[in-house]
């Protein structure tokens, strides 16, 4: 893999890291409860393959929980 791809993808997961932060963390601010917040990421593939998708697409689903204090 070029180093350039892999430059992009460090930006997007690092951008994506601060705006979800910057989400949860108004959003538990919102939303204050004592029960912890159950949380999914997930990660699709968006591009037009003119019909034919990749095999597997590319897919990538995490689930979690953030305590609150």
């Given at each position: 893999?070029?180093?350039?791809?892999?430059?992009?993808?460090?930006r997007i997961l690092?951008?994506?890291?601060?705006?979800?932060?910057?989400?949860?963390?108004?959003?538990?601010?919102?939303?204050?409860?004592?029960?912890?917040?159950?949380?999914?990421?997930?990660?699709?593939?968006?591009?037009?393959?003119?019909?034919?998708?990749?095999?597997?697409?590319?897919?990538?689903?995490?689930?979690?929980?953030?305590?609150?204090?």
């Amino acid at each position: 893999m070029e180093e350039t791809s892999r430059d992009d993808i460090r930006r997007i997961l690092k951008t994506f890291g601060i705006k979800a932060d910057e989400a949860i963390i108004a959003h538990l601010a919102r939303n204050p409860g004592s029960g912890p917040l159950q949380i999914r990421i997930t990660l699709e593939d968006q591009t037009d393959y003119g019909g034919e998708t990749p095999d597997p697409p590319l897919s990538l689903e995490i689930e979690d929980e953030v305590r609150r204090d």
